[in-house]
């Protein structure tokens, strides 16, 4: 094993690393043997996705949220996936999705990150299995720019469910705007509030999501994941789908994004990942969660549009 943190850091950076003590300690809360789970409730399984869901009770879970590979060259970890043609790409996706179906339950929803080169992949794979309900575009401000094209600064999610009962919580998910141009009548505000540190509004959420700041050196979340997705993205479709005390699935956890997200929030979950470095980085997130639930951008129950939340002393 190599000696961790790989290298000294800056005194504000905050990303999460691991010592040898540490990860020898963590590695207790991580399983091996997904056979051996049983009334599975927050657990973390190390190991291949297309291994583990096949050893998963059925009718079991009330949401799915996966972030699979983009049908992109890239290396994570001790794991390589290789770009590939979008119909291999599509049958890949098929591969593992044909697994997740019978293990959730029929109110069930089912969330799959993707990018505008896989989209049209996920929307036909998903469609196959499920109710296509929407896509959710989230503005990834993070990146360098492009010299013959458009910088990429979104990516997509696309919104499925098992069938025409599933649950959708719109009163958690409200997004609170500052008011620019406020109007009154009788000299009171109409549809916004008037408060000490400013003028607000909670609005119905699209599916347009500008309010997400992608995990970075100075946040408490960040880790060296190359793809790693933010707690507020993830706790919106949590809150929205699920109910507490419901159970999610995660069969590409990386750092173990929504695992912690489910916690903080108090739905249980599985997560399967097959790097045991990030299976690591997810066990003390996780264990940092147990004194810490704060998500940056939600706080009491509001999430706030980004730069937004009013000084707290």
Not at 83 to 112: F, G, H, Q
Not at 221 to 239: C, G, I
Not at 252 to 257: H, I, K, L, Y
Request: contains cysteine; aromatic residues 10%; hydrophobic residues 35%.
């Amino acid at each position: 094993m190599e000696n961790r943190p790989k290298s000294l850091r800056a005194t504000r950076n905050r990303t999460i690393a691991l010592t040898n003590a540490e990860a020898e300690k963590l590695r207790r809360h991580i399983s091996d043997d997904a056979g051996g789970v049983s009334g599975v409730a927050d657990v973390l399984i190390r190991g291949d996705a297309f291994e583990v869901l096949q050893t998963l009770p059925s009718a079991t879970f009330d949401l799915l949220i996966a972030d699979p590979p983009y049908n992109l060259t890239k290396t994570f970890g001790a794991e390589k996936f290789k770009s590939t043609s979008a119909e291999s790409y599509e049958e890949w996706l098929d591969c593992w999705l044909r697994l997740c179906v019978p293990l959730l339950k029929s109110t069930a929803s089912i969330y799959i990150c993707g990018d505008w080169r896989s989209g049209s992949a996920i929307q036909r794979a998903g469609s196959k299995y499920f109710k296509l309900r929407n896509r959710i575009t989230w503005e990834r401000e993070k990146g360098r720019g492009a010299k013959a094209n458009w910088k990429n600064a979104s990516e997509d999610i696309w919104f499925f469910t098992a069938s025409d009962e599933f649950t959708f919580n719109l009163d958690a998910v409200k997004q609170r705007r500052r008011v620019i141009a406020p109007y009154r009548e009788n000299g009171s505000p109409k549809d916004w509030n008037e408060t000490s540190s400013g003028n607000y509004r909670d609005t119905h959420p699209s599916n347009l999501w500008t309010d997400i700041t992608v995990p970075f050196w100075s946040m408490p979340e960040n880790t060296d994941h190359p793809t790693q997705k933010p707690e507020k993205l993830v706790a919106k479709v949590v809150l929205a789908s699920t109910n507490p005390g419901d159970l999610v699935l995660d069969p590409f956890a990386g750092v173990g994004t929504t695992a912690v997200v489910a916690k903080k929030l108090e739905r249980r979950f599985v997560a399967i990942e097959s790097d045991e470095d990030y299976c690591l980085l997810a066990a003390k997130r996780l264990e940092l969660a147990e004194t810490d639930t704060s998500i940056q951008g939600f706080e009491d129950g509001v999430f706030w549009e980004r730069n937004s939340m009013p000084y707290r002393r």
